[in-house]
């Protein structure tokens, strides 16, 4: 194989610039050499990562968290997952980005730039949990296709931005709207320009939820560019994959939408349970909607050692996509017994909520400290993997810390 | 009129003159075309400019891994990387651990979908090194806590 040599010239200014995503791209950047650097270049650095995020996948950009990491109430850039399904789009300009609304489904179709957006409707700021589909996949058994996520693909970031709901309203929607669908600047790995790499949606009743944004701000700044700067549609509670980047269109359909990744297996489980590794019809798979319930040990790290008679102070998340989370415990005994932890209501509807406990531990020698959630209908976690599906979606088995006592 | 040798001379001085103006004229175009393919934003000529040179040894092959792709070596490697690393990255493939019939519908899926071209001969070759250096291992129904870093909590 012929060797090859890659020359890169680059300002690191512009990289900066492109980094934060504060100021507005494409002025300095070496066009050439951007898309190379982009998918090749140090993520912690490019992406302004905490240097313990675990990188899974550099073509697309697949990255995700340790449970310990995700201890702030908040997830900051720093700590939040990435899950790419295609390239970055490069030379954005927020200036003259633009939304298109359209589709079957609506009256006339509209188009919107970010300044019509901010001044036009009225600024919302929410907090959202976003997790990605696939959070755990790494634990069925036999292995399911796909980034192998253990079980920091999950954040809870504030989003600001203007409903989708008064967006809709202005545009106007007929009455035969089913679905929404969004369309983004991405490109496809294959560098195939008529294929797009994502291009997913959500139901009426999801997108007129009072939650459901079209954001332009993370964490009270610009949208970090991994994110979907300038533009994403954030739907806290079903999978991460519904809150697309970088979007420019949202199409209202009468019909569910049909874009890539709303199809065959993609982001569906089996309609009727089945035994691990059974083959599934695609018209016997139907669409993930709200997340199921889960939670997080965030605090301490899994392999403490305490002096014997020492406390333990556990502290964590809890979430349950569309519901809340209603009752949490804690075993260390494998599910033996279990005790009550306290459990905050969320800041809104959508956002995680923090548990904590504090744990005395009767004698010297190896714990687990296992965390359940059970959500406001009365589902808990499964200390087991739950349902086998040919994609490893939905593995929301409860979280577990390792302890000794000295 | 004939040319006296004097203005003779003057003359090939000129067309020297001229020849060798032609030749820098030459040169700078070539130089300036080179700029165009290796540096097309003529950083070098700009403030802060950071050279960033990049050599990857493609081939190197270090304690039985494949330094470039982290790919295990073993026969079909070269196929692996020619065929399965120029859309996704190699770590896609490492992480994910199948049999030959679900490598094969992944290959189909790939071809249906994602401009994947056809293998021919070499898709078993590909299939063959995957299962044997990636075979799927039965976790059960949940693992054990694996690879515990053990660090003493302060109160």
């Known amino acids: ?406 | 009129m004939k040319p006296s040798s004097n203005e003779y001379q003057q003359l090939i001085r000129k067309a020297e003159r001229l020849a060798y103006l032609a030749l820098f004229a030459l040169v700078f175009a070539i130089g300036l075309l080179y700029f165009r393919v290796y540096d097309p934003a003529f950083s070098v000529f700009k403030e802060n400019a950071k050279e960033l040179v990049v050599s990857i040894d493609e081939d190197k092959i270090e304690n039985g891994i494949h330094l470039s792709t982290g790919f295990i070596d073993g026969v079909g490697l070269m196929t692996v990387v020619n065929n399965c690393t120029n859309c996704h990255s190699s770590k896609l493939v490492i992480q994910n651990r199948m049999s030959a019939d679900r490598w094969n519908a992944t290959i189909k899926w790939m071809q249906e979908t994602q401009n994947l071209w056809q293998l021919g001969d070499n898709q078993k070759v590909i299939v063959d090194y995957l299962v044997k250096n990636y075979p799927p291992m039965d976790t059960g129904r949940r693992e054990g806590l694996r690879n515990i870093t053990w660090y003493e909590l302060k109160d």
């Open chain 1, 1 to 406: 194989m012929e060797r090859r040599k890659f020359i890169k010239k680059t300002t690191l200014a512009s990289f900066a610039t492109l980094l934060g995503a504060e100021i507005v791209f494409g002025t300095n950047m070496l066009k050439e050499y951007q898309p190379l650097a982009l998918q090749k270049s140090d993520p912690f650095k490019l992406f302004g990562l905490d240097t313990e995020m675990v990188v899974l996948n550099d073509t697309p950009w697949n990255i995700e968290a340790k449970a310990h990491l995700l201890d702030d109430k908040i997830t900051p850039n720093s700590k939040m997952f990435i899950r790419n399904n295609g390239k970055i789009p490069v030379d954005i300009d927020a200036k003259t980005w633009t939304l298109t609304i359209d589709g079957e489904s609506v009256k006339d179709k509209k188009t919107f730039s970010i300044n019509d957006l901010q001044t036009k409707f009225k600024q919302h700021t929410y907090q959202l949990t976003l997790e990605c589909g696939g959070n755990g996949r790494s634990e069925f058994n036999p292995p399911a296709k796909g980034n192998q996520w253990t079980i920091g693909a999950v954040s809870c970031a504030t989003w600001t931005g203007v409903r989708l709901k008064d967006v809709l309203a202005a545009v106007g929607v007929k009455n035969d709207a089913v679905y929404i669908g969004f369309h983004a600047a991405d490109t496809h790995l294959s560098g195939d320009p008529s294929k797009e790499p994502i291009s997913r949606g959500a139901p009426m009743h999801k997108a007129l939820q009072e939650e459901t944004l079209i954001a332009y701000k993370m964490n009270g700044k610009n949208i970090p560019l991994a994110h979907g700067f300038p533009l994403r549609l954030v739907a806290g509670g079903w999978p991460a994959s519904v809150s697309g980047k970088w979007i420019n269109r949202i199409s209202v359909r009468n019909i569910e939408h049909d874009g890539t990744k709303m199809k065959g297996t993609a982001y569906r489980v089996p309609k009727n349970p089945v035994a691990p590794g059974e083959i599934v019809k695609d018209e016997d798979m139907k669409i993930i909607e709200s997340m199921p319930v889960k939670s997080l040990i965030t605090y301490p790290k899994s392999g403490a050692i305490l002096k014997k008679e020492q406390l333990l102070s556990i502290r964590g998340h809890a979430w349950a996509g569309e519901f809340e989370v209603s009752k949490m415990d804690y075993s260390i005994d494998f599910g033996g017994t279990w005790n009550t932890c306290k459990i905050e209501k969320p800041v809104n509807r959508l956002a995680w909520q923090h548990f904590s406990a504090d744990i005395q531990f009767p004698k010297s020698g190896y714990y687990e400290v296992w965390a359940r959630a059970t959500d406001s209908e009365g589902k808990s976690q499964p200390m087991l993997v739950p349902g086998w599906n040919p994609k490893g979606y939905l593995n929301n088995a409860c979280h577990r810390i390792a302890v000794k006592i000295q």
